[in-house]
């Protein structure tokens, strides 16, 4: 059975740092990505890494994705946080490798995390 499962969510203040981890269970995946969803918005796409790595121009510069293959975890290093970063942040994976932007690509979600980011 598959499961994505973040963590690392949490409170921080405008300019602070957090780090989200997602452990994929069940399978590996070539490509994998992060989404976001602030209150009374769609999900929107963040970054994602596969066979290259794509970011959304909001965040570029500022956050980082990455992978530990031994550990089967994706991470999302975010920096320089904003309070429009607020919301609550997705892992996704997708059978392929190419890094798709839109949502309908990936085939498994996580639950997850809350991050929020206080002017």
């Known amino acids: 059975q598959v499961q994505l499962v973040e963590s690392g969510g949490g409170l921080v203040q405008t300019g602070g740092s957090l780090k989200l981890s997602c452990v994929l269970l069940?399978?590996?995946?070539?490509?994998v990505g992060w989404f976001r969803q602030a209150p009374g918005k769609e999900r929107e796409f963040v970054a994602a890494?596969?066979?290259?790595?794509v970011y959304a121009d909001s965040v570029k510069g500022r956050f980082t994705i990455s992978r530990d293959n031994a550990n089967n975890t994706v991470y999302l290093q975010m920096n320089s946080l904003k309070p429009e970063d607020t919301a609550v942040y997705y892992c996704?994976?997708?059978?392929?490798?190419?890094?798709?932007?839109?949502?309908?690509?990936?085939?498994?979600w996580g639950q997850g995390t809350q991050v929020t980011v206080s002017s």
């Open positions: 996704a994976a997708r059978r392929g490798d190419f890094p798709h932007t839109g949502l309908q690509y990936y085939d498994f």
């Open positions: 069940g399978r590996t995946f070539s490509a």
């Open positions: 890494r596969g066979s290259m790595t």
